[in-house]
């Protein structure tokens, strides 16, 4: 969001480490006595809190995007699945947000898991509220919540009436995308959901188109110019086959990342040390070994020449998930921190806090710095005009 122009008012996070990174990198402490995030340039304002216990009122009316990541745990494929029952389930303070600021547009990340079909009405339960936040899950005599299905039956009757303020509905789109497909060297489903203020006039605004795909990839492998650019020895070569489709589809996007790419471009990162310690003599802030690298049955390393699998927060009891490769010569090792960090588009001075694992994590839980950008160009793209009307006036 920052790269596409937006200035931070305020972000909120819970998790200690993650906040010890946004504070060495880009943002300060939030405090309501002085003036903060005067310019893009100034330091983000950040509340080290349970979101739950934050008030957005003092922003509505400045608001040009709600933007976050709620947490995947409850819906995520490696997860225990509890969906809404999960207390990590923070789509409802998402809607809390929007009522007390009413932003112009939000734009909420989240993993594939959320389409399975066994939360499919719960899915639709969440876009029906996001159409319609200010219709506010009752709570009865007693301190008892409207059960979600009675209140999606409710929304659903509001949302059927002609007569609303415009400023009070959302037109809502969700989409399901692969970062590969944007330039990201990963292959990494998300779910996105994109909502802007329906007196905005923007309920045809689409996803951007895929940039990037396999095809162009294994079209630049098969004629050799992927090859070439990376000079690999002819040993370590191979030849894919490219179909008539691939070949239509390579010609009008550009080819998909890889492990490769991202560990020599935009320099190249080199071997690390087999040591568990920062070198001050180290080029690269968290480029460093780290020992027992394993394959068995549900844990293959990732390939040079491919997109690196998803970058997780944590499977298999060890830190980072599946962060091992194999090299050119077949022998394997872990991933450092900063081949991570590059797999996940973030710059090579990101510095980020904590040991290992805890680094691991805070880059698994994280988007895509470039998907990221791709969604908050676009929503800037179409926010801007409205943006000059309302300067204007």
Not at 66 to 75: H, L, N, T
Not at 332 to 341: N, Q
Request: net charge neutral; with cysteine; charged share 30%.
């Amino acid at each position: 969001m920052h790269n596409s122009g937006f200035r931070h008012l305020v972000a909120v996070e819970l998790e200690r480490r993650a906040c010890e990174t946004l504070r060495a990198n880009i943002a300060e402490a939030f405090n309501p006595e002085v003036q903060q995030a005067e310019t893009l340039d100034s330091p983000w304002p950040l509340i080290e809190d349970d979101i739950r216990k934050v008030s957005f009122g003092k922003w509505r009316g400045d608001v040009d995007v709600v933007a976050g990541g709620v947490p995947c745990q409850p819906w995520s494929l490696g997860g225990v699945h509890k969906g809404y029952e999960d207390a990590r389930n923070l789509w409802p303070e998402l809607f809390r947000v929007i009522r007390e600021t009413q932003p112009r547009a939000v734009v909420a990340e989240n993993v594939k898991g959320l389409l399975r079909p066994s939360f499919k009405p719960y899915y639709d339960y969440i876009l029906n509220e996001l159409r319609a936040p200010f219709e506010e899950r009752a709570t009865r005599p007693g301190g008892e919540r409207e059960d979600w299905h009675a209140h999606d039956k409710r929304l659903r009757k509001a949302l059927d009436k002609d007569r609303v303020d415009p400023t009070e509905r959302y037109d809502v789109k969700y989409f399901l995308v692969n970062a590969a497909d944007y330039g990201v060297p990963q292959v990494r489903w998300r779910v996105f959901v994109v909502a802007f203020r329906s007196d905005l006039g923007l309920a045809e605004w689409d996803f951007p188109e895929p940039t990037h795909s396999d095809a162009a990839l294994l079209q630049a492998q098969a004629d050799g110019s992927y090859w070439e650019e990376h000079r690999v020895a002819k040993r370590h070569r191979y030849t894919p086959d490219v179909s008539a489709n691939d070949a239509e589809t390579a010609e009008r996007t550009h080819r998909w990342q890889t492990l490769r790419d991202a560990i020599t471009k935009p320099t190249k990162l080199g071997e690390p040390k087999h040591e568990k310690i920062e070198h001050p003599e180290n080029r690269y802030l968290h480029h460093y070994g780290w020992p027992g690298a394993r394959e068995y049955p549900g844990h293959t390393p990732n390939l040079l020449d491919r997109p690196a699998k998803t970058i997780k927060a944590g499977v298999h009891g060890v830190p980072g998930g599946e962060t091992v490769m194999r090299k050119s010569d077949g022998s394997i090792r872990y991933m450092t921190v900063r081949e991570a960090a590059r797999v996940m588009t973030f710059p090579d001075n990101w510095e980020l806090a904590g040991p290992r694992g805890e680094k691991m994590r805070q880059l698994g839980n994280a988007v895509p710095v470039r998907l990221g950008q791709v969604v908050a160009d676009a929503v800037a793209a179409a926010l801007r005009p409205h943006l000059r009307e309302h300067a204007e006036q």
